[in-house]
Antibody, heavy 127, light 107 residues
């Protein structure tokens, strides 16, 4: 059974960089049928997709965050990581990692739904 | 960006009753839509993908329908464990976007 676990600091100072890692167990991050994504949820609010990465390193990002986001993959450790620079209080959220289905054929092949998700980790931006 | 609008924001339903949740896209997403369930303090769980296909292990009382811009999630007979927040997500266009959620509460 595939499991994902987020890890990283729970408190980050304004203007600094948020760094999180997602460790995948029970399956390989080099699956050709999956992307790996980051999603966040501010307290009491809805879900926002941040970005997704393939084991080859191909990435997609939400344009609203693209200038501040880096997502990378470490196949040797079955992990992928998120870095978000210049954080503010608005970046306070629960950050989830998730496996993303990658299916379809030809031009319709694209990352799609998320399943399963990690338990999430709360990151607070405060001084 | 495709905006996903869910209605109602809150749905009050008695156990055993039927619940119907709506999700509308600002432009067509074909059948490229998923539904998730989120309980307090937990991560979202995939219920439906491709607008109408139940994910593995999801009970038959959950069903999805629709295409284009109008989608529906139906819970045929609400059980106590179904009271939660439900989100739709489109994966037809970048960026991937979620609706704001519908909270299903006990009436």
């Amino acid at each position: 059974q595939l499991q994902l676990q987020e890890s990283g600091p729970g408190l980050v100072k304004p203007s600094e960089t948020l760094s999180l890692t997602c460790t995948v167990s029970g399956g390989s991050i080099t699956s050709s049928s999956h992307y790996w994504g980051w999603i966040r949820q501010p307290p009491g609010k809805g879900l926002e997709w941040i970005g997704s990465v393939y084991y080859s390193g191909t990435t997609y990002f939400n344009p609203s965050l693209k200038s501040r986001v880096t997502i990378s993959v470490d196949t040797s450790n079955n992990q992928f990581s998120l870095k978000l620079t210049s954080v503010t209080a608005a970046d306070t959220a629960v950050y989830y990692c998730a496996r993303q289905n990658y299916s379809g054929s030809g031009s319709s092949r694209a990352p799609k739904w998320f399943d399963p998700w990690g338990q999430g980790t709360l990151v607070t931006v405060a001084s | 960006e495709i905006v996903m609008t869910q209605s109602p924001a809150t749905l009050s339903v008695s156990p055993g009753e039927r619940a119907t949740l709506s999700c509308r896209a600002s432009q067509s997403v074909s059948s490229n839509l998923a539904w998730y369930q989120q309980k307090p303090g937990q991560a979202p769980r995939l219920l439906i993908y491709g607008a109408s296909t139940r994910a593995t292990g999801i009970p038959a009382r959950f069903s999805g329908s629709g295409s284009g811009t109008e989608f529906t999630l139906t819970i045929s007979s609400l059980q106590s464990e179904d009271f939660a927040v439900y989100y739709c997500q489109q994966f037809n266009n970048w960026p991937l976007t979620f609706g704001q959620g519908t909270k299903v509460e006990i009436k």
